[in-house]
């Protein structure tokens, strides 16, 4: 096993809390729905706690506006638990009236981007409609992040299948878009054959526990491990645990260190 020295920032890039008076309801409904017991309670303050534990420098928080009536409250809150270790995404739902307006407040606000949780919000990512929100996102230099894959507390259809987000590749340029889930969680076969190689990040949020070795190095090196981010889908999966698993890969220091925070320091202008 290779011995990791030098690294300079471990990046937690995809994590998941909530304001603390809705946190307890809130992950006792997601868990129940997925299967899948926390490992935390879902409040700033113990993501906080867990990465004291595991050593890891910053988690970015990436909340999510199931209502349209939510995005403004969620953004306003994202700002405001943002600083001492925490980077906070906003959030736009679709069907939100003023998502101009709002763009331009999350960028105001110093939200480094976006979430979209396609199956969540009720959308199809390649559906053209969408396409004007994506390009004001680019145009305010935000980074956008969608789930991709399977959702393991809800049904099929899937909104955000690799297929679908070749297409938004081939149609729209000049954004920073990240897959989650090693570009879609349980489609891994067609994140090979559609997003290996394209310009897309993808993150290793859920994934590398349940992706068999060899096929999570051939897309690693297959994609470039400066498009890869750590992340670890907290709080549904230990930090500590997660940053060991990746030890175990078998990867270069290079490899390793960008990987667990130089591409996602690069990515948010850190």
Same mark, same amino acid.
């Given at each position: 096993m290779v011995i990791f020295r030098g690294i300079e920032m471990i990046i937690d890039f995809h994590v998941h809390?909530?304001?603390?008076?809705? #946190?307890? %309801? #809130?992950?006792?409904l997601l868990a129940k729905r997925a299967g899948t017991p926390p490992r935390l309670n879902g409040m700033v303050g113990d993501i906080?706690?867990?990465m004291n534990k595991a050593g890891v420098d910053y988690s970015v928080i990436l909340p999510i506006a199931t209502k349209p009536e939510q995005t403004k409250t969620i953004n306003n809150w994202a700002a405001q638990i943002q600083g001492e270790k925490i980077v906070s995404f906003g959030? !736009?739902?679709p069907d939100y009236l003023n998502w101009k307006d709002e763009l331009k407040k999350i960028k105001e606000l110093g939200? %480094?981007? !976006? %979430?979209f949780h396609p199956d969540?919000?009720?959308f199809f990512v390649d559906d053209r409609?969408?396409?004007?929100?994506?390009?004001e996102a680019f145009k305010r230099d935000l980074v956008v992040i969608f789930h991709a894959g399977v959702d393991i507390g809800l049904p099929a259809p899937y909104h955000c299948e690799p297929e679908m987000l070749k297409k938004i590749l081939k149609d729209l340029k000049g954004g920073r878009i990240v897959a989650a889930h090693m570009g879609g969680h349980s489609y891994w076969d067609d994140v090979e054959k559609y997003l290996v190689g394209e310009d !897309?990040?993808?993150?290793? #949020?859920?994934?590398?526990?349940?992706i068999e070795t060899d096929q999570t190095l051939r897309i690693i090196r297959g994609h470039g491990s400066d498009k890869i981010l750590f992340a670890t889908d907290s709080p549904w999966t230990d930090q500590k645990e997660e940053i060991e698993r990746m030890k175990g890969f078998g990867l270069t220091e290079k490899e390793?260190?960008?990987?667990m925070g130089d591409n996602a320091r690069k990515l948010l202008n850190m």
């Open positions: 809390c909530f304001p603390d008076a809705l #946190a307890p %309801k #809130a992950v006792q906080k706690s867990s959030s !736009i739902h939200l %480094k981007g !976006i %979430k969540y919000q009720d409609k969408m396409y004007p929100i994506y390009e !897309i990040y993808f993150d290793t #949020a859920y994934s590398i526990k349940v390793y260190n960008s990987i």
